[in-house]
């Protein structure tokens, strides 16, 4: 299965600065109690994992300081993803290419999917994500499709997302995170740099090579990785408990999202349906009923 711990690059980076390092070691026990609390302190349902790793860091960081800075936003301003190189051989005033380019290599359910998973009544007759994507892609101003799919990422989904979950999951401590990343003068001058400088060295290259006078070689030429939450990507115990109880729950069943036997059908294989992202089904559709509980909505 996959590793929940990051400690071998923590350490080189302890060894190098002298810091005062600390590691946080989660039980399985502990990550199911703080799981409520993560879900409360969303203000919009948040299925990534890491928002409940990202939860207990801030509380127990929030113990020794207020402030802290984060690397949130890096990868959408210097084009750090898997799904940027794919569009470095389209062109960008290829509209349809870039789009299909764009949806092949980021988008995380087909239309369709979706649709299997809804009750009838709450489906679309169109694709909604596409759309919305397709207008921002078309917009004037960007000269590649790199740089189109940068500018998407930047305005919405790094906005909407991972700067969003950070934000919530920090002040739920009253922990302020800042974000060195997003100094405007610094992403305006990521935006003004060519695409391949910023896809080499298998993304953000322009980054990795100001950090090498400072930044050991190890840390930054290791594989990409994210924040692992290896209990919430193959639910058993515990956490499929809690995502069944939610979805069996009154309140979910009254308002009637999701298609028959769906729900059923995942319960009963819940770590089989996965994303092209890697995603689990089940624990989105378990998120999605927790957040709306834990709100009140019915």
């Known amino acids: 299965g996959r590793k929940g711990d990051e400690f071998a690059y923590s350490h080189v980076v302890a060894r190098a600065f002298d810091t005062d390092h600390h590691q946080l070691r989660i039980s399985s026990a502990r990550l199911h109690d703080a799981l409520q609390g993560a879900v409360a302190a969303m203000s919009e349902?948040?299925?990534?994992?890491?928002?409940?790793a990202f939860y207990l860091l801030s509380e127990e960081v929030s113990r020794h300081v207020k402030v802290v800075q984060s690397g949130q936003g890096a990868d959408?301003?210097?084009?750090?993803?898997?799904?940027y190189p794919p569009l470095a051989g389209v062109d960008g005033d290829d509209a349809g290419a870039t789009l299909d380019a764009y949806a092949g290599a980021f988008f995380d359910r087909a239309h369709g999917g979706v649709c299997d998973l809804l009750a009838p009544e709450w489906r679309l007759d169109h694709d909604a994500s596409r759309a919305l994507v397709a207008e921002h892609l078309s917009r004037p101003g960007a000269g590649t499709a790199v740089d189109r799919a940068l500018r998407l990422d930047t305005q919405v989904m790094l906005v909407d997302d991972p700067v969003k979950r950070v934000d919530n999951m920090t002040m739920a401590w009253g922990l302020e995170a800042r974000v060195p990343f997003l100094d405007h003068e610094l992403v305006e001058l990521a935006a003004a740099?060519?695409?391949?400088?910023?896809?080499?060295s298998g993304g953000k290259g322009v980054l990795k090579e100001a950090a090498r006078r400072i930044i050991p070689a190890e840390v930054i030429d290791r594989p990409k990785g994210y924040f692992p939450v290896p209990a919430l990507s193959h639910l058993q115990g515990a956490e499929l408990d809690l995502v069944a109880d939610a979805l069996h729950d009154p309140a979910a069943k009254e308002r009637g999202l999701f298609a028959a036997g769906a729900v059923e059908a995942l319960l009963r294989a819940p770590n089989d349906a996965l994303t092209p992202l890697g995603g689990n089904t089940c624990w989105q559709l378990g998120l999605l009923e927790l957040w709306l509980q834990a709100q009140g909505v019915r």
């Open 45 to 52: 349902p948040m299925v990534s994992h890491d928002a409940v």
């Open 193 to 200: 740099c060519p695409p391949e400088l910023k896809l080499a």
């Open 76 to 83: 959408e301003v210097f084009a750090g993803y898997h799904w």
